[in-house]
């Protein structure tokens, strides 16, 4: 079966500093993968997402950026954060062409920026 | 493109009271629907989907959806809440056959009372 893992959990950081996030799914291959994010009473928003290795589509321009450098691995970074990075992100995977677009969702990892 | 509204954005409602999550999209061609459950500090899990056929879909938790082309909605029910329930629900839509993005709706905060 599949999975998804997404860590670290939770993360507190000063202004300034760099971030690194990691998301990695078992189980299959070729997925699409996606990170939101969710500020505080707020809705999901879809920051970045990629059909596969080294292709990232931006759907905000922000602070941050998103890699893919194996096949079912998918890293967000930031190299100096915000206050305004605060919030819970979301790492996701779907299949590409056969699928229903079903969204298959990790854990979260909240991020607050001091 | 498409667009999800959720019309409400708190629904408080008493412990084994009935409730109806309400949620409209905009589509120019068909569309899969699915409602996900997101409880505090967690991912997002699927509560159930329309993909065709029967416009009832049953899901998991007691949860049901009415699918309703013409209205274009797509609302959650569920005859008797508990407590447990207590959650973030979110409608997504996407273009069917598309297995690319969901779209994703403000989402609908359900506090169950004692």
């Known amino acids: 079966s599949q999975t998804i893992h997404q860590w670290p959990a939770t993360l507190v950081q000063p202004v300034g500093s760099p971030l690194s996030l990691e998301c990695t799914v078992e189980g299959t291959s070729n997925p699409n993968l996606y990170w939101y994010r969710q500020a505080a009473g707020r809705g999901l928003q879809l920051l970045f997402y990629s059909v596969g290795i080294g292709q990232i589509s931006s759907e905000v321009p922000q602070n941050l950026s998103a890699s893919r450098p194996q096949d079912r691995q998918f890293i967000l970074s930031s190299k100096k954060l915000l206050l305004s990075d605060s919030g819970f992100y979301l790492c996701?995977?779907?299949?590409?062409?056969?699928?229903?677009?079903?969204?298959?969702f990790g854990e979260g990892s909240r991020l607050t920026v001091l | 493109a498409q667009s999800v509204t959720q019309l409400d954005s708190q629904v408080p409602v008493f412990e084994e009271a009935p409730v109806e999550l309400r949620c409209n999209y905009s589509s120019s061609v068909s569309v899969y629907l699915f409602w996900y459950v997101q409880y505090p500090n967690q991912g997002l899990q699927l509560l159930l989907k329309y993909l065709s056929g029967s416009t009832l879909v049953k899901g998991i938790n007691g949860f049901e959806a009415e699918f309703n082309k013409s209205q274009t909605s797509f609302h959650l029910r569920k005859p008797s809440v508990h407590i447990s329930d207590t959650a973030e629900y979110f409608c997504a839509v996407t273009p069917a056959g598309s297995a690319r993005q969901l779209t994703f709706g403000s989402g609908t905060q359900l506090t169950v009372l004692p």
């Open positions: 996701a995977w779907n299949t590409g062409l056969a699928g229903t677009g079903e969204l298959f």
